[in-house]
């Protein structure tokens, strides 16, 4: 390892070493003229003989450095450079030429994200490898939307699956404190939560009773949510809503839930009925 | 007067500068001298050759260089063996004596009948 060190050492004082190269070979021809000097020729012979022995001073200077530095290193920054140069020599073709390399890794990073996400990572919930996704059918569509009744007789008849919950895209406006706001998240059924082994940093998840329809909606916020719009504040679990005393904050989700499938997209809430 | 000169084998400048450098220190030009010398002129090192060799040892640390007064009073690049350039002159030498042995062995005496 020490050569290594020998090398930087080098190439650190490199103008100085460059001068010494050129020293030490003038010493060199100034010693070899001064032999044939003695040997009778006259100086000027002597010299140019002294450089005939000596031949290409700068391939010679050359070899030298050679011994000191990484040659692969120095013709690697060569070629950038020439690289570089033929590039601002055409700068329409070679920019095209980036922008289709850059489109294809871009699209390629996106195309993978998806599949990362879709078919490689598993969910992260309780035993992802049992969860399924069902539809229902009806005559006129393979995939159809469960009716309410239709999804508790599903449950209640089905042998397949250990546990069913039901899920469906829901929005509500918040209102009441601060800036009103378009909520955007899911309805679940009461089982849903419990089935997935999602737990609540704080507050509750959601009973049983919550199913029944005489009882308040029950709201969960996703964490980000939870920290954005009430800066983490725990007063605000466990609190009926003021102007629609049917909504109940009910309690917020672990970090991990929501958000991690969604990214955190903070205006994310949960709402559950029966 | 015309001395036949003998192509220097590859590899062995590194070990004839060693050895030179073990009589003591020595600038390039007298090293090439010597060498040339010594093989009553049988061997001459290219300037071209002798300058990147000596570097070349150098960076690996089996000499060592310095700037000195030369005989004639000017600054001359000495060369000087290390304790690992001599630890690997050592190993050198006894790698090339094995190796011209082995190759007089077979080259060795004509000998039809067999000894």
Known sequence: ????????????????????????????????????????????????????????????QEDMRAAWTWVWMEQFAQDVRYALRAMAASKGFHGFAIFSLALGIGANTAIFSIVDAVLLRQLPYRQPEQLAWIW????????????????????????????????????????????????????????????LGVRAAAGRTLFEKDDKPTNALVVMFSYGFWQRRFGGNTKAIGQAHPQRR?????????????DSQCGDRSSHSIAVRG | MTTRRVELLQGTLDLLILRTLIAGPSHGHAIGKHIQRTSENLLQVETGSLYPALHRLEAKGWIAASWELSDRGKRARYYRLTALGRKQFASEQSKWQAFTRAVGLILGPLNPEGS
């Open chain 1, 136 to 195: 229902a059918t009806r005559t006129d569509r393979d995939k159809a939307f469960f009716s309410i009744p239709n999804f508790i007789d599903t449950r209640d008849r089905q042998r397949a699956f250990a546990q069913l919950a039901a899920f469906s895209n829901w929005g509500a406006n918040l209102t009441g404190s601060g800036e009103p706001e378009r909520l955007s998240g899911v309805r679940l059924s009461a089982g849903a939560l419990k089935m």
């Open chain 1, 1 to 60: 390892v020490t050569w290594f060190f020998r090398k930087l050492k080098w190439l650190a004082q490199r103008r100085a070493k460059e001068s010494e190269l050129q020293d030490e070979l003038q010493f060199h021809l100034d010693e070899e003229a001064a032999d044939l000097q003695s040997r009778g020729l006259s100086s000027t012979e002597a010299r140019s003989g002294a450089h005939r022995d000596l031949g290409n001073l700068a391939l010679v």
């Open chain 1, 246 to 258: 049917a909504v109940h904050c009910g309690g917020r989700v672990a970090t991990g839930f929501y």
